[in-house]
């Protein structure tokens, strides 16, 4: 008799910029079928700005602001947007064997979002899933997912937001105006919504991982046990690190052209130029 599914858990801690991208990727890469489905909790131990596989680096981003403000830019290989990344928010990560997912894809974000779901819900936030892939408060987004097909695994990527720096936010991005910027900014305090502002003693981040990794259990009906990559894994990350490192992939053309900046799956800021 076969006891319940086992999956690892990788609890990293603080990393740098480029080892909280890099960590989920390399495990990817690396995965056999000897290899445990494996969930991730990181933190970035600085800020920086991650962008999504096929954005085009100059077309989305302040370059200069990030570079005077000493903001790394890395590219992910998943999709979605230019987002500001910093310790306020606590990544998780699954690393999986596509079999063990469902088919469909938007059926895999459901999967995903229960057990954040379940964790805010616990901790006095009452988030529900809104797809295709965002988490909401009252119609405000207080977490958004990401899934891709990364070497041999399937991967999906979120995250738990304890507090939110709208005004970099809005600086990060290449506005064509003042007036877009602002609007960005307005924007993004009006629909973002995050643990400080939702619960008058916010859970430390220690104890939001324990509780999301008892929901984890629950949802996926499995075992979690604590382990850190292997050789091989660390071998495959560290080549993932310097990769993600190499600016001439970090400034590779992009195709994707976005119709403006995504605040949430509702919410666009757009710019027109007209005369009159």
């Known amino acids: 008799m076969t006891g319940p599914r086992r999956i690892r858990l990788i609890d990293a801690g603080m990393l740098s910029p480029v080892r909280s991208q890099s960590i989920y990727h390399g495990l990817a890469r690396a995965r056999t079928e000897q290899s445990p489905d494996t969930i991730v ?18 077309r989305e981003l302040d370059v200069s602001y990030c570079e005077r403000e000493g903001l790394p830019i890395v590219r992910r290989e998943v999709g979605g947007g230019a987002v500001y990344l910093d310790s306020d928010q606590l990544f998780v990560q699954w690393i999986m064997n596509p079999r063990n997912l469902p ?34 408060v009252d119609g405000k987004k207080i977490g958004g997912t990401g899934a891709g097909h990364v070497g041999n695994a399937e991967v999906l990527v979120g995250n738990f937001l304890f507090d939110f720096d709208t005004e970099r936010m809005a600086r990060i991005v290449n506005a064509p105006s003042a007036a877009f910027r602002d609007a960005v900014r307005d924007h993004l305090a009006c629909y973002i919504t995050t643990l400080a502002r939702e619960v008058v003693d916010p859970p430390d981040p220690s104890t939001v991982a324990g509780l999301y990794r008892n929901h984890c259990e629950h949802v996926l009906e499995a075992e979690l046990f604590e382990a850190q990559p292997t050789a091989d894994e660390m071998r495959e990350i560290e080549a993932v690190d310097a990769r993600f490192l190499d600016t001439s992939f970090v400034h590779r053309p992009g195709g994707l052209v976005r119709p403006g ?9 757009h710019y027109n130029d007209y005369e009159s």
């Open 103 to 136: 088919v469909r894809v938007e059926q895999r974000f459901a999967l995903f979002a229960r057990p954040l779901v379940d964790t805010y819900h616990e901790v006095g936030v009452d988030a529900r899933f809104r797809p295709v892939n965002d988490i909401h």
């Open 261 to 269: 900046v995504k605040i949430h799956e509702d919410v666009w800021v």
């Open 41 to 58: 909790l990181a933190t970035p131990a600085e800020p920086y700005v991650s962008i999504g596989f096929h954005q085009d680096v100059e």
